[in-house]
């Protein structure tokens, strides 16, 4: 079979990934000359604890095994099973972990609540204020800059992949598609894989999709002198990870409400350190368009100091700092707006903060219910 997929993002490669697999050959599409949205300008956390039980839970599990399987055939992709911990600094936030570990899914979340000297033990570099943390074994990292190129070179190696950037397709034909150079690609399967690009063909197939656009802001700092040994967010991710809800949760939201700036721009901390010894930190949440396309300070001054509180010591210089998009399903419970749009194409888009984690097993379920 003859598959196109178009988006060049994490979630296109890994349906691409998936179909040359499978054996069939594969054309991947990209408007720009790389990726540049979403896929690129996040964490590259496969971010298992705090899923959703259920279908979110079992996709992002399915998915951690095959980002390892993929990292054994891919090392460019910098995939390390380095875990996270979450750090508590309040008795609030004590109770929300003791109430998920004690829950009867914590195992397959690979949860552990950890005292500080347990906290030192696993991560040494975290030096800085805490009470206790709440240790995820099952989370890992990957490299996003590097990580879509990577594929796409292991790709190239079969012999049965093209890639194809600086081309938007335009047109939807009944075998193949057509692009903006007025060349046409034959295919069997188109799979539109289009991010947070959700105007042009994709409204003119598909129609309104129950996807919403969501802005972040991040950034990256010079190499730390000292390696974190895990990925590390602090108690306000409780606030925006479905895993952690519960009375407990409730208390905290009533009792100890987020500082103003956090508020404002729905923050938490989450901060990995990159195989260069960088470390990047974020971010925020803004859900209402049109999106202001300011990069404002104050979020990253906020960020700035939560980081150093729990490192105890200044970070490095900031290196950059950048906003992005990403689509996310209007349905909590959805993990992807999966939609087959014509005989012979699929729309596949709206996961959310969960595309770098579970793309790889969204593309999997892609693929069996295509029929590749």
Not at 23 to 50: I, P
Not at 226 to 244: H, N
Not at 323 to 332: E, K, L, M, N, S
Request: proline share 6%; hydrophobic share 40%; with cysteine.
């Amino acid at each position: 079979m003859r598959v196109l997929v178009v988006g060049g993002g994490v979630l296109g490669t890994m349906h691409a990934w998936q179909a040359v697999s499978r054996g069939h050959d594969v054309v991947q599409v990209e408007r720009e000359q790389q990726a540049r949205g979403a896929s690129v300008r996040n964490f590259g956390l496969v971010w298992v604890g705090g899923r959703a039980p259920g279908e979110e839970l079992a996709t992002a599990r399915r998915a951690r095994e095959l980002w390892e399987e993929i990292g054994r055939q891919v090392g460019g992709i910098g995939f390390r099973a380095n875990g996270s911990l979450t750090a508590l600094r309040t008795p609030a936030e004590v109770a929300v972990a003791e109430e998920v570990v004690a829950r009867p899914d914590a195992a397959d979340r690979g949860l552990k609540f950890l005292t500080p000297d347990e906290v030192r033990a696993v991560n040494p570099a975290l030096s800085g204020a805490m009470v206790a943390a709440l240790h995820c074994e099952r989370d890992a990292a990957v490299e996003p800059r590097v990580a879509q190129p990577a594929l796409r070179q292991h790709l190239l190696a079969t012999g049965r992949y093209t890639w194809l950037p600086g081309r938007e397709v335009r047109t939807l034909l009944p075998h193949g598609v057509r692009d903006d150079h007025g060349d046409v690609h034959e295919a069997d399967l188109v799979l539109l894989c289009t991010g947070a690009a959700l105007g042009g063909l994709v409204r003119e197939v598909a129609g309104e999709v129950p996807v919403r656009r969501v802005r972040l802001q991040m950034m990256q700092t010079d190499p730390l002198a000292e390696r974190l040994t895990t990925s590390v967010a602090d108690g306000d991710s409780f606030r925006y990870y479905p895993a952690y809800r519960g009375d407990a949760l409730d208390a905290l939201n009533r009792n100890q409400p987020q500082p103003a700036v956090a508020a404002e721009h729905k923050m938490q901390l989450l901060m990995v350190q990159r195989l260069d010894g960088s470390l990047t930190i974020g971010d925020t949440h803004e859900y209402d368009e049109p999106f202001t396309f300011d990069v404002d300070s104050a979020p990253y001054e906020h960020l700035v100091e939560v980081a150093e509180s729990l490192l105890g010591r200044p970070l490095p210089p900031i290196r950059r700092r950048w906003a992005g998009v990403y689509a996310q399903h209007t349905d909590p419970a959805a993990v992807v707006h999966r939609d087959r749009i014509a005989d012979n194409a699929w729309l596949v888009t709206g996961p959310g903060g969960r595309g770098m984690t579970c793309s790889p097993a969204i593309a999997e379920r892609t693929a069996t219910e295509a029929g590749l």
